[in-house]
């Protein structure tokens, strides 16, 4: 009891080292010992991206497009469905015009279109991406529809997927890394002045080692009270809380090196 | 100084039996003492036995070697040649207290808490006893309405009163002192000596203490060690330097 009264004194002494301590110890461990659910809200966190190839559609206006955008939507293989209005229609036709310097009014163009943009789903098989394209052929009416040809995701989205890819394989391990450091540095904060409180204790009471049995107290007290916190949030990893205990150990190790006031 | 059958070494060998509290007795030995640090000869061939209960003044110029033999009898710097044989080298030995050249004090603590690093449970049947004595060499020495202040904000004199009590506080069976009183004035001096000899009468306490001032502790009883340029030169009676 005298060792860990001796380590809050020292901690509550320097209240904010102290703080930081034992969040980044709580953290640390639920962090471990709650391994799964932790990445299961990472995955959680950050959409996973959907969108596969495309194709654009031209339907004539008079048919009820919108209809037709919300039974594609529905059909499994379709990520999503985007409806291009007849004045976007109008307008991209102006602006490829422009490019080839014909000019145009809007009296001059009669395009009674709508368009649709129907993206697959990700690495959906060609076959099925047929499928779908004729099921929307049959739906509007082979009259009343063009198709353009199958166009493959962009190279921003696949840098996107990739980064996303790299945050759901990395992520945790990243996060746990850098509570780690922080854990670390928390430890290394209050570690001169456990040395130094502990150099006194040792000089003027008749007491060994009191540094590491600081250490021993003090930090056994925030695993427990850590694993405690694991438990509340659902039965934790037991194998990961034991990796983690040796880290601690690690930790509570540290304080046995002898202090030499000189060099402070 | 030593019984026929037993050589100092002997003494001190035989651990408890050799450090006998309640009796007379060598508490340090060093023969043909050395310690050099790369070309300095900081210390230079040094004979020395000091006897439990016995009151040393360590004395000699600047840079004479007097902090490297307190640190030698502390075990705090080992020697280059020679030997030195302490009380704690068996670890049944007697409890030595340092008062330091630094003073080494908590600057965010107050006095008092710096004060409190001296409570031993083993050697105070409560802490209102410990209180009791804080209390009293507090007032001895002028420091009891400024217990409270945090040492970072306290002047030299009063940092190093608070490193000459926490000392005392251990009740120690050695006091090993490095210029203790350099930044007290004659009156606190006196005083501070008059608890260190209460000490040495009542308790027994061997006091070892070094200091430049060779006038002031000629009006005191004790043994004079004098230290030339790392040599022993004297040692004996103060009246006699």
Redesign the interface.
Known sequence: M?YLIQYFKILF?SPLRGFFLFFFSVLFVLSVGQKAFLEEQFAKMIPENKAGDYFYALIDSSESYQTVARQMQALPGVFKVEILSETQIKDEVKNVLGSLQVDVTDQSLDLNYAGLKIIYTKELKPRAQELVRDYLSHLVGEGSITLGKIKTNDQLNDRRSGFISMIKTWGYSLYLALVLIFWIISLLSVRTKIA??S???E?????KRVALKMALNGLTLFFLISVGITFILGMPQILNLVIVLGVFLAGIFLHGQKYQ??SH | MFNQTQTPNQKIANGSKGFNKSSKGPVFYCEDLSVQFGEIAALKNIQLTIERGEIIFVTGASGAGKTTLLKVLSGLTNPTSGRVLRPNDNHKGL?I??V?Q?L?L?G??TCEENLM???????YANKAEFMQDLNELSRILGIKDRLKLKVADANGGLKQKVAII??L??RPDILIADEPTSSLDIDNTRRLFDVLNLYNTKRGTTVIWATHNKEFIKSFTGRIIHLDNGRLVYSGNACFI
């Open positions: 005298f002494k130094k409180a150099y006194l204790l000089s003027y009471q008749r007491k006031w000189e | 409890f207290s340092n330091f630094d080494r908590m965010k603590y690093f001296a409570y031993d449970s083993s050697i926490r000392s506080l251990t």
